[in-house]
């Protein structure tokens, strides 16, 4: 069971829009913990797409967005292209745990 | 090039110690906390340990404690994760990360090795 909650599977088609919800708790994500998001692709390390909550990294394109309101965070992707066929995870920290935490992780489908 | 090199891992049976180490290159290395986060096959990540740029503060999940030690060294530009007393449980893909910040505050792993497989099984 994983302290952050995530859907565990998501798709669309080509050109559309999704969207990846991550539930926390007054502990972590509601405590004013930042959200990470990362992307996993079979064989490859993981890549971090969006850092505190709505900030990409160099090189991330600009369909990939974060937000965060209370205990939730969301990561949306636009423009789906089936290149963004992947694992995704949202991350923080836990004040209870003294723990960097994660989500449990959504495969993104394009279908 | 910027990246993260693990080595080390394998089969080994239950009880039995392993190390882990991490090779970094094209940043410096001792501007930054590092840290281990594991994946067990078709399940989520996990965090394992972290420890701040000059090992001064180190930080274990409570699932690896008082098993686990993480160590680093800056001269040698590398990370280093020693598990005593594996269990089953401990089989997962090891990943060393780099932390965004150079102390041990919440903050993204900006950078990700391709992680390495421990499997603990008799």
């Known amino acids: 069971q994983s302290v952050l909650t995530q859907p565990p599977s998501v798709s669309g088609a080509p050109g559309q829009r999704v969207t990846i919800s991550c539930t926390g708790s007054s502990s972590n994500v509601g405590a004013g913990y930042d959200v990470h998001w990362y992307q996993l692709l079979p064989g490859t390390a993981p890549k971090l797409l969006i850092y505190a909550n709505t900030n990409r990294p160099s090189g991330v394109p600009d369909r990939f967005s974060g937000s965060k309101s209370g205990t939730s965070a969301s990561l949306a992707i636009t423009g789906l292209q089936a290149e963004d066929e992947a694992d995704f995870y949202c991350q923080s920290y836990d004040s209870s745990l003294s723990a960097w935490v994660f989500g449990g992780g959504t495969k993104l489908t394009v279908l | 090039e910027v990246q993260l090199v693990e080595s080390g891992g394998g089969l080994v049976q239950p009880g039995r110690s392993l190390r882990l180490s991490c090779a970094a290159s094209?940043?410096?290395?001792?501007?930054?906390?590092m840290h281990w986060v594991r994946q067990v096959p078709g399940k989520g990540l996990e965090w394992v340990s972290g420890i701040s740029w000059d090992s001064t503060y180190i930080d274990y999940a409570d699932s690896v404690k008082g098993r686990f030690t993480i160590s680093r060294d800056n001269a040698k530009s590398s990370l280093y994760l020693e598990m005593n007393s594996l269990r089953p449980e401990d089989t997962a893909l090891y990943y060393c990360a780099k932390l965004h910040s150079a102390t041990m505050i919440p903050d993204a792993f900006d950078m990700w090795g391709q992680g390495r497989m421990v499997t603990v099984s008799s």
């Open positions: 094209g940043f410096t290395f001792d501007d930054y906390a």
